[in-house]
């Protein structure tokens, strides 16, 4: 069997546990969960949600990059191959840079930033690099343990 087409083990795990069905639930309802962060309207000065009151440095790309780390890293969860995960990965690239598109073409007072683009993918790219080496430290530990 070639690396692409054989099953990830999480993916068989969870099915056997019958969590898949949930596991795609949580997948899809974080996605609409950072679309509606992404696409309201901007936070008030002073607010909780304005992001430039905490005083803290690049806060907003950390922030971008963490949540499309956590994403590509669920999208692993949902993947019964790797080619699938590999597009599933494109697909929340282009998800990502979109909703930064969208900011701008809605006119919600907020703005369209490259740099949160930037953010967004390098998050997907960490997450879906750090998916793979604990996905397959895993597949050989329990290969080991065979």
Same mark, same amino acid.
């Given at each position: 069997m070639s690396k692409h087409? *054989?099953?990830i083990s999480l993916y068989v795990s969870l099915k056997a546990r019958q969590l898949l069905i949930w596991i795609w /639930?949580?997948?899809?309802l974080y996605g609409v969960f950072i679309a509606g962060l992404t696409?309201?309207?901007a936070? *008030?000065?002073g607010s909780l949600a304005d992001l430039d009151?905490? #005083?803290?440095?690049g806060l907003?790309?950390?922030l971008h990059g963490l949540t499309y780390m956590l994403f590509a890293m669920l999208a692993l969860c949902v993947s019964r191959q790797y080619r699938f995960y590999t597009t599933l990965l494109? #697909? /929340?690239m282009m998800f990502g840079s979109l909703l930064e598109v969208f900011q701008g073409i809605l006119h919600l #007072?907020? *703005? %369209?930033?490259? %740099?949160d683009a930037v953010a967004n993918l390098s998050g997907v790219m960490l997450g879906g690099l750090l998916s793979w080496y604990l996905e397959r430290h895993a597949a050989n530990k329990s290969n080991r343990n065979r």
């Open positions: 087409t *054989e099953p /639930l949580l997948f899809i696409l309201m309207p936070a *008030e000065k009151s905490y #005083g803290i440095s907003d790309k950390l494109v #697909g /929340l #007072g907020r *703005e %369209s930033s490259f %740099s």
